[in-house]
Each structure stands twice: as structure tokens, then as C-alpha cells.
């Protein structure tokens, strides 16, 4: 099993730009998340999914999309990027029962 | 929603000794409590954890407390090493699975 894959690994965009930052997982599991990760600011949750078709707003929504259409993915848009959203990107996915989050590797982002 | 504390936010100790990192939660229905290490670069990685029908669990030098009436929990490593140099985060789940992270401890083995 590959796990959780994310892409891009790192990324620049200019304030305005659009991009999608890509999760898979290969271990059937039913809960994803996207998280960020800012210095001395811990992981803040983005969105989460609780299975396909179902998505809802973490701590952090603001400026970003998410979309479940199956079990595998769980893309993360950013519509118009700012500096603010300068970060890394982390994806993760649990399987219902035991709770774990088994994360990707993460992607950084630079907007400037 | 829940609010995660966590304490120190950086730890340093002589190789051997032992530590402790402790957290705070606000949220008495948060029901399972785990540890995330992440060395420099890498992805988190989950230590161990707990649910809160337990109130202690021990992983050979890891174990984590849990106390449901205080709500806190903390992390214990004993004979600690080098290698277990890392930035350390506790969490706290509550309902639809939302995970809820502390600010991370940044822990020093020294030689």
C-alpha cells in the first residue's frame, strides 16, 4: 500500500492564482482531512470528510474547497490564493473504528 | 469547539532522563487522545494513544495518562534518547471526528 500520496510536494503561486493540492489514499479508509501547519501554531483543520459525498468545515475553512466525489481522494482548492495561506499542507485519513490519522507527506506552499 | 493546551513548548533533557509533556482539554466529550511525533521535515506519526475508558497506557518507554475529571492527559518518556529529539503534539477527538491539536512541544535530548 502506498498510504496517503500528496502533489505537489512544493509549490509557489502569486497572490490571486488558483491551484489544487492532490490526496489519495489507498486504504479504503472512510475519514480524510486537511490540515495546516503553521510555526508554533500546531495543525489547524481545514475540512474533513466523513465518506464520499459528505464534507464539512474545520477550524480554519476560509479560502479554501473540498470535494469527496469517492473514497480515495480528497482535493483541497485554493481559489485565490494569499500570502496568508503560505503553509504546509498536510492530508490525512483514518479509518473509522480506530481513529489513527495516517498522514501524507505533505505539501509546501509559498504565495507570494 | 474543543480547545487543545499543551505544555512545555520546548522540553530539554539530558539523555536518560525522563519527560513529560502535558496537555489541557476543554471538551468533556472528547473520547480518544493521541500523540503525534514529527522530526524535522516529515510527516507527524502517532506514538501512542488513548480513549478515555482507560486512564493510563504504556508503549515500552512511552505511556500517556488520562484524566477525565481534570481533563488532562499527558505524554511520559522515560530513559530518553537522542533519536527521540522531535517536535511532540497531543490531540483530542470529539464528535464527527474532528481531531483538535495542541501546539507541539519541541523536545531536546541532549548528550
Known amino acids: 500500500n502506498a498510504g496517503v500520496t500528496q502533489t505537489p510536494k512544493f509549490q509557489v503561486l502569486k497572490t490571486g492564482q488558483s491551484m489544487t493540492l492532490q490526496c489519495a489514499q489507498d486504504?479504503?479508509?472512510?475519514?480524510m482531512s486537511w490540515y495546516r501547519q503553521d510555526p508554533g501554531m500546531g495543525l489547524r483543520l481545514i475540512h474533513y470528510s466523513v465518506g464520499a459525498g459528505i464534507t464539512d468545515q474545520g477550524e480554519v475553512p476560509n479560502g479554501y474547497n473540498v470535494s469527496r466525489s469517492t473514497t480515495e481522494d480528497f482535493p483541497l482548492r485554493l481559489l485565490s490564493a494569499a500570502p496568508s495561506q503560505t503553509s504546509v499542507y498536510f492530508c490525512?485519513?483514518?479509518?473509522?473504528?480506530?481513529?489513527?490519522?495516517?498522514f501524507g507527506p505533505g505539501t509546501r506552499l509559498t504565495v507570494t | 469547539g474543543e480547545n487543545v493546551e499543551q505544555h512545555p513548548s520546548t522540553l530539554s533533557v539530558q539523555e536518560g532522563d525522563s519527560a513529560v509533556i502535558k496537555c489541557t482539554y476543554s471538551d468533556s466529550a472528547s473520547n480518544y487522545f493521541p500523540w503525534y511525533k514529527q522530526e524535522l521535515g516529515k510527516r507527524p506519526q502517532l506514538i501512542i494513544d488513548i480513549r478515555s475508558n482507560v486512564g493510563e497506557k504504556k508503549d515500552q518507554r512511552i505511556a500517556v495518562t488520562l484524566n477525565k475529571t481534570a481533563k488532562h492527559f499527558s505524554l511520559h518518556i522515560t530513559e530518553t534518547q537522542p533519536e527521540d529529539s522531535a517536535v511532540y503534539f497531543c490531540?483530542?477527538?470529539?464528535?464527527?471526528?474532528?481531531?483538535?491539536f495542541g501546539t507541539g512541544t519541541q523536545l531536546k535530548v541532549e548528550l
Open positions: 486504504m479504503n479508509h472512510e475519514y
Open positions: 490531540a483530542a477527538k470529539g464528535g464527527g471526528n474532528k481531531l483538535t
Open positions: 490525512a485519513s483514518s479509518n473509522r473504528e480506530h481513529g489513527e490519522q495516517y
